[in-house]
């Protein structure tokens, strides 16, 4: 028989894990497909009472989880979501790896060297593409500095935060314009994860992107490769020789986007990981360049 004390804490983790199995039951039911991982983060995150039920009840109405959190996972990070910004996807950590592949490969700065590479986060977003290649390069002993830049002000200054970046390295404008000029004909690495989603499209998104992540951060034209032009048509200009420009791209629009690479001066190469179910397109600025 269990004496007060254990009765009382006996009592208190049951009526806590029937709390959790009501939370979960209630995700569930509005459509969350991961309910028992959600569950333990919101109530890992250490608030209670009001405070948690407010956030329960924001994720039942469908409000995305990193906002509520603050925060989300990348690549073994953790990056800050601020409302509004566009939420860091698991499969573009495709980018991140083919772009640390290409910086070990360049033939201008060693993975090992003092020599930093130097790297683009455009259209940055919170910044995390450019947060997990620097923690990428810099675990292998490389040396890296990173830029970064949004048309979002919200957008840069949650990536200043993410990038320990202060206001000189993180822009708010459209696409390269607001980068210092000397900087052109320098980046070894653009990573772009541009909006690519057909305009037609995004009333099929799912509610939480729809509903609350920004227009521009998704909307990528009549064929969702408005943007990628715009991007391949200035990125030779702000490449070093041998430097390379990665987007995101879906699997189908991917020999587009090598084609629009292809006709602006960039060797062209996609890659497909099945088991991110993501597709990207490199294109590289050949070393010859006269």
Known sequence: MLDGADAHAHAGAKAHADIVERTIA???????????????????????????????AHRVEGKPLEYILGWTWFCGLRIRVAKGVFVPRQRSALLVTEATAAIAAL???????????IVLDLCCGTGALGAAVRASVEAAGGAIEVWAADLDPVAAECARTNLGLGADRVFSGDLFEPLPERLRGTLDIILCNTPYVPSSEIGMLPPEARD?????????????LDVQRRVAAEASAWLAPGGTLFVESSEHQAPASAAIFASNGLEPRIVFDEELGATIVAGRKPLDVS
């Open 26 to 56: 209630r995700l569930r039911a509005a459509g969350c497909v991961f309910a028992e991982e959600e569950a333990g983060l919101l109530f890992g995150s250490g608030a209670t009472g009001v405070a948690l039920e407010a956030m329960v």
């Open 212 to 224: 609350h992540e920004p227009l521009a951060a998704l909307d990528g034209g009549t064929d969702g």
């Open 107 to 117: 033939p201008t700065h060693s993975a090992h060297g003092d020599e930093p590479s």
